[in-house]
């Protein structure tokens, strides 16, 4: 199965990385979701929740703001100022 390859970076050190199914994200213009095979997207932060659906179906929560995802060629890149996990 075709997954995502997904990094989340704070200004000061690497959040989360591993695979995914799906990435659902906050973005200035709403909320975006993502999967395997997503036409490359370059995107700016909302405040708010980045969701991502890791291969085993759980889910891996983190609060980003002021910074940009972009994903090209399956992998994902969320660079945010502020950035840490959720619960």
């Not at 200035?28 to 979701?33: D, K, L, P």
């Not at 395997?36 to 700016?44: D, E």
């Amino acid at each position: 199965m075709a997954e995502l390859t997904v990094s989340v970076v704070a200004a000061d050190r690497e959040v989360w990385a591993g695979t995914a199914k799906q990435i659902i994200a906050r973005t200035v213009v709403g909320e975006i979701g993502l999967l395997p095979g997503h036409q490359p997207v370059l995107a700016i932060l909302g405040a708010g929740e980045v969701r991502i659906t890791t291969e085993d179906g759980s889910v891996v929560r983190a609060n980003a703001e002021e910074g940009f995802l972009s994903l090209d060629h399956d992998t994902v890149t969320i660079v945010a100022q502020n950035a840490e996990l959720v619960g």
